[in-house]
């Protein structure tokens, strides 16, 4: 039996590794957009390459005219991280009804259901536009971000967004703003008398089996670092050095280790910098940052990143809330930092806005229908990750989220449910025949 397209597009696209991660200058190229370019092709989907400062998108526009869809998705996806144990991360395997590897779910999925469902559409009326973009894991500014100023300038700003970027098969119409902030010290280095001791400590997740750092839930979930930093400030030691499993600012680090004086007789260097930085750290995660409006999430600050460079220990925060402006965060995080800090710096980058749309939206109505019509929960509902709806949803488009049920999102093993990705062909299809005919 001939495999699904769908599943076979997935699998081909999972070959190809488009990593971002700017720590280590990996950036996705002009060659990997041309190679899915031509990929696309073969599956009946003519796109055109754009590119902005060095970073690949792929575009197609069918129809003319009101109203105007973007189907909207991205093929950037996280570094690989530790911890596989499935198959290779960019050698997909197709198992038990599941698709694994690296962008298996987030976001190649959205990437093969899209091209599958409108790659012979013709709209009766108005404008599809089909949108991929390559740098959504890294912020979107030359991606998602440049498509919106372009599209408004041609006229063609968009009436509706299908945001092909979930992992739930569920439509969301809430999402927070992503942000980072950098809290960094100078080292203040001293040899004391003791000896260099070790303990680990494991980020554990419960619920939702992904090391997505938007999905993390205090109070349910155990976060390395943060666990790290309260055992720091209870036993009053101090620190030598610490190491991870560090990823990317957006995952949760899967192990922090703290190299610490447990005393005794000999020599070793301490850091007092460091070890103030670390017990910053339970403070920074319970910061009460006001927000613009509500979340089911509220507002999530995870530590997911530490580096050692020129003097300086850096921590890297992923803040997720429902703002448009770093400035709340700014000023909260600084009030903090003077009283653990003296001598810290802050950083805080993001902004740009959030997902919202009106339960009453005529596009979360379509898709509603569309889902309870293949037997989904048509509900709308609030996901964790930020995603490139933001640069559409404040400029009043009617905007939704969406895409097939996956698991482990940025950590190993991530993969689809095969199910739910061919029935999102069949959700996006629906979608843009009932908007266009």
Known sequence: MAANPVVELLSKLVEIPTVNDPSKGLKVGVDEAEKIGRLLREYGLETDLIVWEGTPSLL???GEGRPVTLFLAHFDVVPPGPGWSMTDPFKPLVTNGRLYGRGSADDKSNIAAITIALRDYKPREGTVIIAFTGDEEVGGANGAKRIAEMLEKEGLFPDYLVNGDGSLSRIIIRRRNAFKAKIS???EKRVTRGSKGSKSFETIIKQRKTMHSAYFVPGVDTHAFVEASLW???????LVGVEGEWVK???LPRKVTLHYNVGGEGSVEVDEGLTRLVKSIIPI???PIPTEMYSDYGVSINPNMYEYKDGYHTVVLDIRAML????NIQVVLSQILRETLDNGKLEVTGGGGYLYTSRDARIV?????ANASLGLNPEPIEAGGASDSRFFS???VEAIDYGPLGYNIHGPDEHVVIENLVKSVEFYRRLAEEIHG
């Open 232 to 238: 720091l400030r209870d036993n009053e030691v101090e």
């Open 324 to 327: 448009s402006s770093k400035d």
């Open 365 to 369: 109505k379509i898709a509603a229908r």
């Open 394 to 396: 404040p400029h009043g």
């Open 249 to 251: 600012s957006n995952v």
């Open 285 to 287: 995660v319970r910061a």
């Open 185 to 187: 010290v100078k080292n």
């Open 60 to 62: 197609a526009v069918l």
